[in-house]
């Protein structure tokens, strides 16, 4: 291992696409630097801005709450119970114990208490449970949101998510999907702030930055996760970035400065749900038209059980 880029030190950390190392000190310090400059860089929210993070017991997005809160900016935490039993269970003993010893404020919402849980519309819905669950967190965290008064909703999504939603998106040429990819979502059309402040750091990084700022944090994949598409496409980025250190980065980046600006016409038209009010491309929102498939679905099986 080099010594540390910063103090000469014996180095911990080794930045293959920076050819670069750290001690732990110093990594943590390159780490935060890294995302306050994204957030300043695409002005994604001030110290004045309340800032709602939400947060599945992983390492990402306990990094980014972590960070957040030792930049001094104001973020709360929100946990969405998804009920997938014994997983579920653990992730948010664990968003709690972080808030606790933080002395920070955690709100959870419960999947079920508010449609159903996860593996209950898993029974009844065809899709992938990834694709129907990402809907459903996103739905109600930017409901949440509104109703408490957030202005901006941070995710934890990195670069390696970044990148392989890019890579799927370019391979099926959807084109509305990726006028849509960007690191800043802006308020409007029912929608509050959306940011990924981590998006320029990998997966690694991240895990670096939990393992070395002693965060508690649930190793564990979601139990539905597995083969899911993106993990796919997260193996063939993972095995260019080996070959040649800072691909993905230069793949996302370059997808923003060059790509996206000419997306911009291809953005759809927005209304209002009629059944709840939400943001949505038609009439009544995915969200609404699964809670109706849920309920007829209970009813026509309620007098067999
Ligand atoms: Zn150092
Ligand atoms: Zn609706």
Redesign the pocket.
Known sequence: MKKCYKCGLKGVVYLPQYRIAFCKEHYLEWYSRRVEETIKEFHMFTRESRVLVAVSGGKDSLSLWDVLYRLGYKADGLYIDLGIGEYSERSRIVCERFAQTRGLELHVLSLGEAIATIPEIKRLEKRPPCSFCGQLKR?YMNRFAKEKGYSILATGHNLDDESATLFSNLLAWNMDYLARQFPLLPEGKGFVRRVKPLFKLSEKENALYAFLGGIEYVEEECPFAEGASSIGYKKVLSQLEEESPGTKLRFYMDFLRRLHPLLKAQEVELRH??????P?TGE??????L?ERLSSKTLSSSPSS
Not at 273 to 278: H, T
Not at 284 to 289: E, M, T
């Open positions: 739905y749900c009629s059944i709840c009010g939400e949505t009544v929102c995915s969200l609404c038209r809670r």
